[in-house]
């Protein structure tokens, strides 16, 4: 697969998930230590930017749950394990229904979050996130020097 059309695909598989997660995502592909290769956000600007500045990362449940799982979870199911508040925090700036994806494939992993403010996710739309983060991880498994993606990764506008 060329660069152009590997671009192509990855920018594909993101507007399909922005439509599957229209209050936006964090997609993180394969993560090395605690570093990922790409990372997509769509979040809105004022959440990332706490997120930032608060070192959120470090106190956020999903995140944990991803380093040490494989599959889905919604956030619902983390709030017991979430004292610092985090997934309120994340409500507050209207991603209100979340789901965390793992997947885990040799030694590298990708972990991804995403949310709606309407409505929990449905089984469908939550297959189609788990097929799409597996096939956006495997697309991308090759090619984790590509300076094309690396823009893309860091280009994306947030809400």
């Given at each position: 697969?060329?660069?152009?059309?590997?671009?192509?695909?990855?920018?594909?598989?993101?507007?399909?998930?922005?439509?599957?997660?229209?209050?936006?995502?964090?997609i993180a592909l394969h993560v090395r230590f605690t570093t990922p290769s790409?990372?997509?956000?769509?979040?809105?600007?004022?959440w990332i930017e706490e997120y930032a500045r608060e070192g959120l990362v470090l106190r956020d449940p999903t995140v944990a749950w991803a380093f040490s799982n494989d599959g889905t979870v919604t956030?619902?199911?983390l709030v017991a394990a979430d004292p610092a508040g985090v997934i309120g925090r994340a409500a507050r700036h209207g991603l209100v229904h979340g789901l965390s994806v793992s997947l885990l494939r040799g030694d590298s992993r990708s972990m991804a979050s995403f949310a709606r403010s309407d409505r929990?996710?449905?089984?469908?739309?939550?297959?189609e996130i788990e097929r799409t983060m597996a096939e956006m991880h495997d697309a991308t498994a090759f090619d984790l020097d590509s300076s094309a993606l690396r823009r893309m990764s860091a280009g994306l506008p947030s809400g």
């Open positions: 697969m060329t660069v152009m059309t590997l671009e192509a695909e990855i920018s594909r598989r993101l507007d399909r998930l922005r439509a599957v997660a229209p209050a936006g995502y964090a790409y990372l997509f956000q769509t979040y809105p600007a004022p956030w619902a199911a929990s996710f449905e089984p469908e739309e939550i297959d």
